[in-house]
Antibody
Framework: QVQLVQSGAEVQKPGASVKVSCKAS????????MHWVRRAPGQGLEWMGW???????RYSQKFQGRVAFTSDTSASTAFMELRSLGSQDTAVYYC???????????WGQGTLVSVSS | SYELTQSPSVSVSPGQTATITCSAD??????VCWYQQKTGQSPVLVIY???NRPSGIPERFSGSNSGNTATLTIRGTQALDEADYYC?????????FGGGTKLTVL
């Protein structure tokens, strides 16, 4: 079965960076796009962007310049790095493997990133 | 920028029909999907491409999209349907989520 397993919770200080990993199994990793979505406390879902392959990437304008997506196809693992963290970045971050048609849609378990001094 | 508007909350009695809407300019020209997120869990896709149900999603969930409004309908609502629901559409190559609707079953 399809599984996306994310790295564990993180606590970071303001101004630091965080890198979250997402290891996929149960499907051909290179076939589908990997999206990153977050949900801050008391807020709704917020799309951050997607990566397809190693260099086909789209970032949400909100995060452009502060976020970087990478992937290691040999390890079926995607990464999301967010820099210059502030308290507003405290959220649960999800990776989502999706097809363009929407009929393939699988979420990781989420990674809580807490930003606090 | 393109925005999807949802009512913050909807309440329904058990066994009744819940209707959750998502509105935007010419939304009917786009394909909409719906997610259910229960407290402490990852979101689950319940409708894709306006009205298709993924395998494992109960038949009581249905969707439609026309004009400026997409609608998620839950017939015979059950207590376990209580959750936050989000509509989602594509704006070019970017993904847009609605603000979410909290469904209360009481």
């Amino acid at each position: 079965q399809v599984q996306l397993v994310q790295s564990g919770a993180e606590v970071q200080k303001p101004g630091a960076s965080v890198k979250v990993s997402c290891k996929a199994s149960g499907y051909s990793f290179s076939t589908y796009t990997m999206h990153w979505v977050r949900r801050a406390p008391g807020q709704g879902l917020e799309w951050m962007g997607w990566i397809y392959g190693n260099d086909n990437i789209r970032y949400s304008q909100k995060f452009q310049g502060r976020v970087a997506f990478t992937s290691d196809t040999s390890a079926s693992t995607a990464f999301m790095e967010l820099r210059s963290l502030g308290s507003q970045d405290t959220a649960v971050y999800y990776c989502v493997a999706r097809s363009a048609a929407g009929d393939f849609d699988h979420w990781g378990q989420g990674t809580l990133v807490s930003v606090s001094s | 920028s393109y925005e999807l508007t949802q009512s913050p909350s909807v309440s329904v009695s058990p066994g009744q029909t819940a209707t959750i809407t998502c509105s935007a300019d010419k939304l009917g020209d786009k394909k909409v999907c719906w997610y259910q997120q229960k407290t402490g869990q990852s979101p689950v896709l319940v409708i894709y491409q306006d009205g298709n149900r993924p395998s494992g999603i109960p038949e009581r969930f249905s969707g439609s999209n026309s004009g400026n409004t997409a609608t998620l309908t839950i017939r015979g609502t059950q207590a376990l349907d209580e959750a936050d629901y989000y509509c989602q559409a594509w704006d070019g190559s970017s993904v847009i989520f609605g603000g979410g609707t909290k469904l209360t079953v009481l």
